[in-house]
């Protein structure tokens, strides 16, 4: 855990969805999470992970019953900060391994936005989900968003030139899926690793999303444009973000579960 402090605790989680590119996958989770909540009467929304709070402040200010759950003691102190007292959120620090402070079938709406990308065995993301199934509603969604493995070969081992490097520190296997370990603070996956996980769990997909398609391979680009054009770009990313055939190569997917 102290290589996830010293990094939350460093790095301006915030301004990265604030960014322009960032904001593709922000908006495109947002478009999500209000689609998961239609026809909900007074939702009971969980945030599993919920770091500084970019989704889970932004949803209680709507007046939205929000539970927020975070591991870094730093990113908890700074949700807190946005909040004035009139939001109805509930904030505890905790582990997406370890949910027995919330009862079963809690929540309308369950969001796990990070834990899965600092999850580096089988066994730990299986029991981070069956926590989230577990406290979800019957019926009700799971929304699980993933880093992918082939953005980071193509521009951490290709683009930076990187490959011997990782070649030595054995950091990718002879299929070029990398190996992470805690220090590399992030877990990659690929669709199919993703769909293994769902197999062993009482849940059905719904969709399977790119968040931000292929925004982080031109985020120079995309932070240049005007509003006019980022517009544009929004509206093609959105149109085709659900397309199965591109859905690997972005640097972020959102899985989206009923629970049976």
């Not at 026809?39 to 402040?57: C, Q």
């Not at 969001?111 to 899965?116: A, E, N, R, V, Y």
């Amino acid at each position: 855990m102290s290589y996830l402090e010293d990094y939350y605790n460093a790095y301006d989680e915030e301004n990265r969805l604030i960014s322009q590119h960032g904001r593709v996958e922000y908006l495109t989770t947002m478009k999500y999470i209000r689609e998961s909540l239609a026809g909900v009467s007074d939702p009971a929304i969980l945030e599993v992970g919920a770091g500084t709070g970019r989704y889970s402040v932004a949803l209680a200010k709507e007046g939205l019953r929000v539970t927020a759950v975070e591991l870094v003691a730093h990113n908890l102190e700074v949700l807190k900060s946005k909040l004035d007292g009139s939001e109805p959120l509930t904030a505890i620090e905790g582990n997406a391994l370890d949910l027995s402070v919330l009862p079963d079938e809690s929540f309308d709406i369950t969001l796990l936005l990070g834990p899965m990308y600092h999850l580096y065995t089988r066994a730990d993301k299986l029991r981070a989900l069956s926590e989230a199934v577990r406290v979800t509603k019957r019926n009700g969604k799971i929304l699980v968003a993933y880093c992918m493995n082939e953005p980071t070969v193509i521009q951490y081992v290709f683009r930076k030139n990187n490959l011997g490097a990782v070649l030595e520190a054995g950091m990718l296997t002879e299929d070029w899926h990398c190996v992470s370990e805690p220090k590399e603070l992030f877990e990659l996956s690929r669709t199919e690793d993703i769909a293994s996980y769902d197999a062993e769990l009482p849940v059905k997909r719904l969709k399977l999303v790119a968040t931000d398609g292929a925004t982080n391979y031109h985020r120079d680009m995309i932070d240049a444009m005007d509003g006019k054009t980022f517009a544009k770009w929004m509206e093609y990313h959105l149109a085709i973000c659900e397309r199965q055939d591109l859905i690997g190569a972005s640097h972020h997917v959102l899985d989206i579960l009923e629970k049976e």
